[in-house]
């Protein structure tokens, strides 16, 4: 069975410095997706960014950005130049491309901004 | 566009009574989802509809739980009774239904305290 582990309960970072959230996963499967998800307090759970893992470039969003290293199941999402609207809980999540569209989630991170 | 709304909130149960929990999708969204997330744990699946049918129900706890889709639209989660072990949030989530590569969107969560 595919899992998604969070390692970093909370984190929190100076606004305007960068951040990184970790996330490692399992599976066998060879192609799949691999996405950030931020939940503000209160609010929709909303797409941050997404990796195809057949794609070898990292994605980039703006100020967001990710390591994908296949080999080592590893999905880190990096946060620069954060600003006081990034604090929020964020879920990394897994789903393959064949099969069940379900996402598998990790624990989840809390991220804290300091102005 | 409206996004995924769910409805309520907030409740707070006592044990052993009914709670009914609804979610509208984008509109013509076919895939659904309902995830749950018991406090300070992942996200979990908990079922998968396209359009009115039951695709995937492999993460329903027990048969407290009944979901419905009728015609295709909103959704409703029953529990009956409701447990302790209830608690946590439960979200709703969309998409569409032609691709794979189709990103889901999330409602703002139902917070259930079961006391």
């Known amino acids: 069975a595919q899992t998604v582990t969070q390692s970093q309960p909370e984190m929190s970072v100076q606004e305007a410095e960068t951040v990184t959230l970790s996330c490692t996963y399992d599976t066998s499967e060879s192609d799949y997706y691999l996405f950030w998800y931020k939940q503000p307090p209160s609010r929709q759970m909303i797409l941050v960014i997404r990796q195809e893992a057949y794609k070898q470039q990292n994605a980039t969003e703006n100020r967001f950005s990710v390591n994908f290293q296949k080999a080592a199941k590893s999905f880190s999402l990096k946060i620069s130049d954060s600003q006081l609207g990034d604090a929020a809980m964020y879920f990394c999540?897994?789903?393959?491309?064949?099969?069940?569209?379900?996402?598998?989630f990790g624990q989840g991170t809390r991220l804290t901004i300091n102005p | 566009e409206a996004g995924v709304t769910q409805f309520p909130s907030h409740s707070v149960i006592e044990k052993g009574q009914t709670v009914t929990l609804r979610c509208d999708p984008i509109?013509?969204?076919?895939?659904l989802y309902w995830y749950r997330r018991v406090m300070g744990k992942e996200i979990k699946f908990l079922l998968h509809?396209?359009?009115?049918?039951?695709?995937?129900e492999s993460g329903m706890p027990n048969n407290r739980f009944l979901a419905e889709r009728t015609g295709g639209t909103y959704s409703t989660l029953k529990v009956q009774p409701a447990e302790l072990e209830d608690s946590g949030v439960y979200f709703c989530?969309?998409?569409?239904?032609?691709?794979?590569?189709?990103?889901?969107?999330f409602g703002q969560g139902t917070r259930l305290t079961v006391v």
């Open positions: 509109s013509g969204h076919d895939n």
């Open positions: 999540a897994y789903r393959p491309t064949q099969g069940a569209q379900k996402l598998v």
């Open positions: 989530a969309s998409s569409q239904l032609e691709t794979v590569n189709t990103e889901a969107f």
């Open positions: 509809f396209v359009k009115e049918s039951k695709q995937d």
